[in-house]
């Protein structure tokens, strides 16, 4: 939910953090199986048409608190459907992912890791002083191999989709705890995918599914717009020069590595905003600017004007900024804490 104005507006204050960060040392940063380098590659600035875009307006105003509940209820359930065919290596990448968000064991997951980087979503509260839950599960999976209502669907019909697996059985009515994660695969087209939004979030309608459910769908854009939806793993034609290039993604699927950023972002919205009247920035609930959309783009210390910010690379030249469980790594970029009032990541360098 961002588009280029929201960045533009954020400039100064990541042109001042560039500023504090001018002088860094090499840390001491333990990963599994590799030695890993700090860098901050500064990338061609892109335009409006080829931003990744999210649900949500342009206007920079205050985040605020308006009193509708936060996911605080332990564990959160993800309830996955998996939308049309999906490679196990895919799904297994996604499932790490998720399990990574509340792992406590840290030999599974050095710092900067996954579960710190979920910090910052916990620090939001409901109007009892409950803090979202750092506690997420995958509860349930569905696969919708047969593809229910086709290949071209419609943010009606996604929550169609829904339906057809709380009603199959799989999936409980989970109305306190649940969150259903909608991922389609990448010859699967979505309204407005690519053109103005990876992925979004909202809450399904009694009409439609028969009970109010928060759900979020993002889409794999291995092959539809990379260069839009799995930035930077994928540059537009017109980025050739420049920069650095496209950079290496963490677990070579540029598909699903950029997809994981997204599924971060969504997740962290939903939690801290599942029925869109919690916490966001605007006056129009229909038009939200969210903890995800306040950072969008900035994934390290020193991001803003074209960098975003600075990342590790392995010695195979694969850009991270937070390990996860089993030895993965990811690139998610940073969220807005409520503390801090500014952007906030585990791997920040001040």
């Not at 600035?45 to 509708?68: A, I």
């Not at 297994?92 to 710190?116: G, N, Q």
């Not at 929550?159 to 059985?169: D, E, F, G, M, Y």
């Not at 939903?270 to 903890?291: C, F, H, K, Q, R």
Request: charged residues 15%; aromatic residues 10%.
């Amino acid at each position: 939910m961002s588009s280029l104005s929201l960045l533009l507006l954020l400039l100064p204050f990541f042109l001042i953090q560039s500023s504090i960060a001018s002088t860094t040392t090499t840390p001491s940063v333990q990963t599994l199986n590799t030695k890993p380098t700090i860098f901050n590659p500064k990338l061609p600035p892109r335009t409006l048409s080829s931003s990744k875009k999210f649900e949500g307006s342009s206007d920079l105003v205050q985040l605020r608190y308006h009193m509708g509940p936060v996911l605080s209820s332990t564990p959160i359930n993800i309830y996955l459907i998996w939308y049309g065919r999906w490679a196990l290596p895919q799904k297994l990448l996604i499932k790490d992912f998720l399990h990574s968000i509340s792992t406590t064991d840290l030999r599974a997951a050095p710092s900067p890791s996954v579960a710190e980087w979920w910090r910052t979503v916990s620090l939001y509260t409901d109007q009892t002083g409950a803090n979202v839950s750092r506690s997420v599960v995958v509860a349930g999976e569905h696969a919708d191999l047969k593809y229910s209502h086709g290949k071209q669907l419609t943010r009606l019909s996604v929550q169609q989709v829904i339906a057809n697996a709380v009603r199959s059985a799989p999936f409980p009515v989970d109305h306190k705890n649940g969150i259903y994660l909608i991922l389609t695969s990448e010859d699967v087209a979505m309204q407005d995918f690519c053109r103005a939004v990876c992925g979004f979030h909202y809450f399904t309608f009694p009409s439609m599914v028969g009970y109010t459910l928060p759900y979020a769908w993002i889409g794999n854009s291995g092959k539809q717009c990379p260069e839009v939806c799995a930035y930077p793993f994928a540059l537009p034609g017109y980025m050739a020069g420049g920069g650095p290039g496209a950079l290496s993604p963490p677990n070579k699927d540029v598909g699903v590595d950029g997809m994981i950023s997204v599924i971060g972002h969504e997740l962290a919205e939903l939690s801290s905003n599942p029925l869109v009247n919690a916490w966001y920035a605007g006056e129009d609930p229909t038009a939200p600017t969210e903890i995800g959309d306040l950072c969008e783009g900035l994934y390290g210390t020193g991001g803003g004007g074209g960098y975003i910010g600075q990342v590790m690379r392995d010695r195979e030249g694969r850009t991270f900024n937070v390990n996860g469980r089993k030895g993965r790594k990811f690139l998610v970029q940073w969220l807005w804490s409520p503390e801090l009032k500014a952007c906030a990541g585990p791997n920040a360098m001040d």
